[in-house]
């Protein structure tokens, strides 16, 4: 992505571009105020804060659409590929801010601290690595960084095996005619995050994967 | 490479006015008589115009033949409002490319035919008044008068120095040969055309990519700003196909309306009269001039009925749109298309 700024050509695609990292920075703050969220320290206008990001996250996402179309449109396939690939990106980002603001809406259902039990060093676990993600993901797509790409890449598989055993494990351990509500938010929420990070994924993918590859593993040199 | 072009464009309306005078009075005054009915020269605009897909060739043709003395100033005019017609074809030509998508289609073909309805709304107002009334020559003997009050004539007067020669020496040359005043028409016509196209291509390759952000910027914005847009744009890629037809592709998206695509279009109507403006000047000769100036104020004088009557045009060619996007009606406006704009006035030229 650096190869925009070294030249002077496609200036449309340079302004996607960095309405593209906008938006990765707008989902990344939305989940850093949900890290709030779990302790019970959000209140409801904070949340509502958050639906707003996600409005926000759409506009920027029909505007780089635009921008792209404009710019393919009036120059023909001048810098096609980093088009494209900003289609992709922009379509996981805008995806990632709907999730954020699914998050917050379940802990406006679950108000207050949210105890996991002994499930709780999982979530935990989860949502320390699913940070992680984020922050290499925008430094892979900021600084075009390969490495930081492949970390996220590598990440991904093993924080999504961990989402599916948990799953699996609260299937098997809580059954019964009822089950805790923070047991249900917690599902859903493992959910969530396994989502969240496969778009990530993609999105670092577009970084050193070739076009029809994008989305998918990198392949082995 | 942008300048080496425009001094073979400069040279080819010279080289052809020069032909034109070879030809000797007979020639001339055939000239004269075929497009002194005015009903001809409107068709003959629109034809040839439609078959080079170029207004500024056509109407760089009209000027120099005006400065040959070949084609009187009454005469030309009609033609160049034929040209406005004619150059509309490029537009529809693009917008059949999304015919294959309905909604795509209804809102491509609409940002097209806008311009065509402006142009034919505007010709079908201001022939007969020019008839009765001249009011486009007349305003533009007025604008010419003033334009050479300030010594605008001379603008180009250096030129006649690399040019006057060269024309000498193509004349030594071909009047070794038999049909010499023939031969020099068309190979003056052949450096036009190519000139021309060269001077589009390049120059849209110069300015497109670069300006993008502030086609981006005031496209969407306020109409005078559209309109300057176009106007300027038009201007400097000295093509009125080419900019109508690049936001062709952007109105078939849904990122334009037509709403949006009008003031643009009616921006460059005007700003393709600098290609006449320019080969004028070249000439030095204030009839052609003149004529260029015809051009400019017949689009003048269209945005001006056509700009605080822009519902019409534009509803107009929303509901052509509708009916374009409807599945069969769809093959039958390309085919429309084309009949109108070829197979008429070919037909009328032959059998008037």
């Known amino acids: ?221 | 490479m942008v300048v080496g072009i425009l001094y073979v464009f400069i040279l080819s309306i010279n080289l052809l006015g020069h032909s034109f005078s070879l030809f000797g009075s007979d020639f001339a005054n055939k000239i004269l008589v075929t497009t002194s009915n005015p009903f001809l020269g409107l068709f003959l605009g629109i034809l040839a115009t439609s078959l080079i897909q170029s207004s500024s060739t056509t109407t760089a043709i009209v000027v120099g033949l005006v400065a040959a003395g070949s084609l009187s100033l009454s005469n030309a005019i009609p033609i160049i409002m034929g040209a406005n017609i004619g150059t509309t074809v490029t537009n529809l030509l693009v917008s059949f490319a999304h015919a294959t998508r309905r909604a795509e289609f209804r809102r491509a073909f609409s940002a097209a035919v806008v311009h065509d309805i402006f142009n034919v709304s505007t010709v079908a107002i201001l022939f007969p008044l020019e008839l009765y009334f001249h009011p486009i020559e007349q305003s533009a003997i007025f604008l010419q008068r003033g334009f050479a009050g300030i010594g605008g004539m001379n603008l180009f007067n250096p030129l006649k120095y690399i040019i006057d020669p060269v024309i000498s020496i193509i004349e030594r040359i071909l009047l070794l040969l038999p049909y010499s005043a023939a031969i020099m028409a068309v190979l003056s016509l052949v450096l036009l055309f190519a000139s021309l196209a060269m001077l589009v291509q390049n120059l849209r390759k110069l300015i497109v990519g670069r300006v993008e952000v502030i086609i981006d910027r005031y496209l969407f914005g306020k109409d005078l700003t559209s309109m300057l847009l176009g106007a300027g744009l038009t201007a400097v890629v000295q093509s009125s196909s080419v900019t109508t037809s690049m936001i062709v592709p952007l109105a078939g998206a849904g990122i334009l309306t037509t709403r949006q695509v009008y003031p643009f279009t009616l921006g460059a109507n005007v700003g393709t009269t600098v290609t006449a403006a320019i080969a004028a000047l070249a000439t030095s000769d204030p009839i052609a001039v003149t004529a260029a100036f015809s051009h400019l104020m017949f689009n003048i004088f269209g945005i001006c009925i056509f700009y605080p009557l822009k519902a019409f045009p534009i509803s107009l060619a929303e509901h052509i749109g509708e009916f374009a996007g409807q599945s069969q009606s769809r093959v039958f406006m390309v085919i429309g298309g084309f009949v109108a704009l070829f197979t008429i006035p070919l037909l009328v030229f032959i059998f008037w």
């Open chain 1, 1 to 221: 992505m650096n190869l925009f700024r070294l030249t002077h050509r496609a200036p449309l695609i340079q302004e996607a571009q960095k309405d593209t990292e906008k938006m990765l920075e707008l989902g990344q703050d939305m989940f850093r105020h949900l890290t709030q969220a779990w302790t019970g320290e959000t209140d409801p206008d904070q949340l509502e804060e958050l639906k707003k990001q996600d409005k926000l996250i759409n506009s920027l996402h029909r505007g780089v659409r635009k921008k792209v179309y404009e710019h393919l449109s009036l120059t023909g396939n001048e810098s096609l590929f980093a088009a494209l690939v900003l289609l992709s990106i922009v379509d996981d980002s805008e995806r990632i801010g709907d999730y954020g603001k699914n998050i917050a809406e379940l802990i406006s259902f679950n108000p207050g601290r949210l105890d996991f039990g002994k499930y709780q060093e999982t979530f935990e676990r989860v949502w320390n690595q699913s940070t992680e993600m984020f922050e290499n993901t925008i430094k892979a797509i900021r600084d075009d960084d390969e490495k930081s790409a492949l970390k996220v890449m590598e990440a991904y598989v093993p924080i999504s095996n961990t989402v599916d055993d948990l799953i699996e494990r609260m299937f098997k351990e809580e059954s019964g005619d009822t089950i805790k509500r923070e047991y249900v938010a917690l599902m859903l929420l493992m959910r969530y995050f396994k989502r969240v990070d496969a778009h990530l994924k993609n999105i670092a993918s577009t970084v050193v994967n070739p076009f029809h590859r994008i989305g998918y593993k990198a392949k082995s040199k």
